[in-house]
């Protein structure tokens, strides 16, 4: 009798043994696991903050690009009238050569009628820049037009908002330079090229050409204040 009972008591330690490894190893597998899950929180949370400033970067990057080009209503050359792009203006004539010499801003007179702002084509075509003013109801809005060296016509607002200049002339190197503090804009495209003004150029407004005038619709002209700078 003392002999299985010594036999069992020895039986039953080796279960205790076997029961606190199997234990022991469950405790590690446990740990092991949750280590696991930690990281790939910390790996999924790197991917997302990669993800984010790759976003920022982008957007930053593209913001900076519209700046430059002078495209949009708050600060560019294009878009104060709802124009798109400078192939949207109107073709007015054959291709322009503004090397023989500046041109300075010939003033003109304009007729406002029916919700529109008129001068004759003429006039622009002759001079190929000018300067007239819409003065409505109090509202007084300096306005240029030129024709580009594509022929295309530009219609907008006469004013670098910086320096609170209302006249511009063309120079020889195809720019539109400000009278007052000599920032340069392609003639073609408007986009800043140098000074201290390049984000300011005039502020297009949509133009029509029909029976030998340039009409300008009065809404956005009349409601146009100048840009904050």
């Known amino acids: 009798m003392s002999k ?3 036999a ?17 190893k469950r405790d590690e597998f446990e740990r092991e696991r949750g280590g696991g899950i930690d990281k790939s929180w910390l790996v999924s949370g790197a991917i997302g903050l990669l993800f984010l400033a790759m976003l920022g970067l982008y957007i930053v990057q593209n913001s900076n690009k519209s700046a430059g080009t002078g495209v949009g209503s708050g600060s560019g050359g294009v878009g104060g009238g709802g124009v ?36 004759d084509l003429a006039d622009v075509k002759k001079n190929k820049i000018v300067a007239f003013d819409y003065n409505q109801g109090g509202k007084q809005v300096p306005l240029i037009a030129f024709i580009s060296p594509s022929g295309r016509l530009f219609a907008g607002t006469s004013m670098c908002e910086p320096c609170n ?14 009278n007052a503090c000599g920032t340069k804009w392609d003639l073609e495209t408007m986009q800043g090229i140098s000074g201290g003004c390049p984000n300011y150029p ?14 300008i619709d009065e809404g956005p002209v009349a409601s146009w204040k100048p840009r904050t700078v």
């Open 4 to 6: 299985k009972k010594t």
């Open 8 to 24: 069992h008591k020895g039986t039953k330690g080796g279960k205790g043994k076997n029961q606190a490894l199997r234990d022991r």
């Open 84 to 119: 798109g792009s400078a192939e949207d203006r109107p073709l007015v004539a054959g291709k322009q050569d503004y090397s023989g010499g500046n041109l300075e801003q010939t003033k003109i007179k304009a007729t406002v009628a029916a919700g529109k702002i008129s001068v």
């Open 165 to 178: 200049s209302y006249s511009f002339h063309t120079e020889t190197d195809g720019t539109l330079t400000c």
């Open 202 to 215: 005039p502020q297009e407004m949509k133009s029509t050409v029909k029976g030998g005038k340039v009409y």
